[in-house]
């Protein structure tokens, strides 16, 4: 038995991605040229040696992670999961909490961790279920210098405290992954529908969209000194994988994420589980976001995930002093993919994210000029989770 998945693990790290669901339909659009076998092929594991301990195949350990940056007897130690399995494959690393108030991701990892049968597995998978762990217990995003570790990778060892704090981790821990998924959820009084945010352009991160089956996909090359956009560059395939509101715990939420991932992993061949949904498809989307133009309390008519068209109403804006409102319609049809939770707004503020169903060919033709959400004066960073924080 055990020879035969070895065999079989070996041949499906030589393939596209796609080519192991055994229920994907054909893709509609043909591949472009650069997309071959080689090119969509994560890199194999080797040794597992990292942080100062050497994990043998078949066994797991849980290691930790020192930032290095604070004083030396307040030093947070990270605990870092590491599962080498028997045999053959890529490392799959899985982050959660580089947004020390979002939640979902820590339950996301703490179940496909323990979701892993060692003697089965092929690679091997890292988890680090709380990366700002000083943010956690303050239960906020930041680090306790108020940056935002997710605006400071891959770091410099010589830098401010944030950036530091990026290049142990990504020198220590990040470069040991063949491809990673950095966990998050929407920011503060916000709350996103389980999507992927992916640079479509890259043939390796393209398929990974792919394994993780149903799940919406958004293209964006991602912030500079974000995880994801300085994984990518150092040759590191990575998506980030939104789901929800910070501060809680969803059931829901978590459910999807850990299936995508567990279908992911099946995909690459790393597991014999199938968990895999009936449409393993995803959805490839353009977004935009939908503004309020009046101050006031904001009450929602939509649900998040719920397909709108052009001219309905989104919801309303209450001033709660002179009682006058505004309502707030749809510019395009489309489907929520993100929200903000009823809240007192001022003008301005990004109510709505409305996406718009796109092929991801014509994704990865929009991103050449990148005039997406990641442009830089693209005021709807501001509100973006992973882009820039929405506010103070
Ligand atoms: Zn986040």
Redesign the pocket.
């Given at each position: 038995m055990k020879r035969v998945a070895i065999v079989a693990c070996a041949a499906l790290a030589c393939s596209p991605l796609h080519a192991q669901q055994p229920d994907a339909k054909p893709a509609t659009a043909s591949p472009p040229p650069t997309e071959t076998a080689a090119a969509t092929a994560l890199k194999a594991k080797g040794r597992i040696r990292l942080l100062g301990a050497e994990v043998p195949a078949g066994t797991s350990k849980r290691l930790t992670w020192t930032s290095g940056t604070a004083m030396e007897g307040f030093v947070v130690p990270v605990p870092v999961i590491v599962l080498n399995g028997k045999g053959p494959g890529p490392v799959l690393c899985l982050t959660a909490a580089?947004?020390g108030d979002?939640l979902n991701g820590i339950e996301v990892t703490r179940r496909v961790l323990n979701d892993v049968d060692l003697e089965e597995l092929n690679g091997a998978v890292i988890g680090v279920p709380i990366v700002n762990i000083q943010g956690f217990y303050r239960g906020t995003r930041y680090l306790p210098d108020r940056r935002d570790l997710?605006r400071y990778f891959p770091g410099n060892p010589r830098g401010s405290a944030a950036t530091r704090m990026a290049h142990s981790f990504f020198t220590d821990v990040v470069k040991h992954c063949s491809a990673l998924i950095d966990l998050?959820?929407g920011s503060l009084n916000r709350t996103n529908l389980p999507q992927v945010r992916a640079d479509l352009r890259v043939p390796q991160v393209q398929r990974m969209t792919q394994a993780l089956g149903a799940t919406v996909v958004l293209h964006s090359v991602g912030e500079r000194g974000s995880l994801r956009r300085a994984a990518s560059e150092a040759g590191i395939p990575t998506v980030t994988f939104e789901m929800g509101e910070p501060m809680r715990v969803q059931p829901e939420q978590v459910e999807h994420g850990a299936k995508a991932i567990e279908t992911l992993m099946y995909s690459l061949g790393m597991t014999k589980q199938r968990r895999y949904w009936g449409d393993p498809e995803p959805v490839y989307y353009a977004s935009k976001w939908v503004r309020v133009d009046h101050g006031g309390i904001l009450f929602s008519d939509v649900a998040l995930g719920e397909r709108v068209s052009e001219g309905e109403l989104l919801g309303v804006v209450t001033d709660p002093i002179s009682n006058q409102q505004h309502r707030i319609y749809a510019p395009i049809s489309g489907r929520v993919l993100g929200m903000a939770l009823n809240q007192v707004v001022l003008p301005g503020f990004a109510a709505y994210r409305i996406g718009t169903a796109t092929s991801k060919s014509d994704q990865a033709i929009q991103s050449s000029d990148d005039t997406g959400e990641d442009a830089p004066d693209d005021e709807a960073t501001q509100d973006d989770?992973?882009d820039a924080p929405p506010r103070g």
């Open positions: 580089v947004h979002e997710n998050h959820t989770d992973e």
